[in-house]
Nanobody, 118 residues
Framework: QVQLVESKGGLVQPGGSLRLSCKAS???????????MGWYRQAPGKQRELVAQ???????NYADSVKGRFTISKDNSRKTIYLQMNSLEPEDTATYYC?????????WGRGIQVTVSS
């Protein structure tokens, strides 16, 4: 069973930056690289929404609200995906979840809190 663990969230002031990490365990490298990856977020009282995704074909997609500020990336050797978040706004406050998926399976992390506040 694949396990995804997010880290590096926390409290940041408006205009600041964070880089979220999501490490996959119980998965060998040759399998990891076959998965599409994504970051989602859910604010209190709202539905979970897509933030950024990247496919095995190299296609990336971002929510309009984060374009130009957030970047999704991965390090295959570490089996880790990242979300670099710059110019953070209070509206970015949410629980962030990473996801790995392919046609046969989907795995989610447990989520990590990001709070943007002065």
């Amino acid at each position: 069973q694949v396990q995804l663990v997010e880290s590096k969230g926390g409290l940041v002031q408006p205009g600041g930056s964070l880089r979220l990490s999501c490490k996959a365990s119980q998965m060998i490298l040759s399998t990891f690289i076959q998965f599409n990856m994504g970051w989602y977020r859910q604010a209190p009282g709202k539905q979970r929404e897509l933030v950024a995704q990247s496919t095995t074909a190299g296609l990336t997609n971002y929510a309009d609200s984060v374009k130009g500020r957030f970047t999704i990336s991965k390090d295959n050797s570490r089996k880790t995906i990242y979300l670099q978040m710059n110019s953070l706004e209070p509206e970015d406050t949410a629980t962030y979840y990473c996801k790995l998926n392919n046609p046969d399976s989907t795995s989610w992390g447990r989520g990590i809190q990001v709070t943007v506040s002065s």
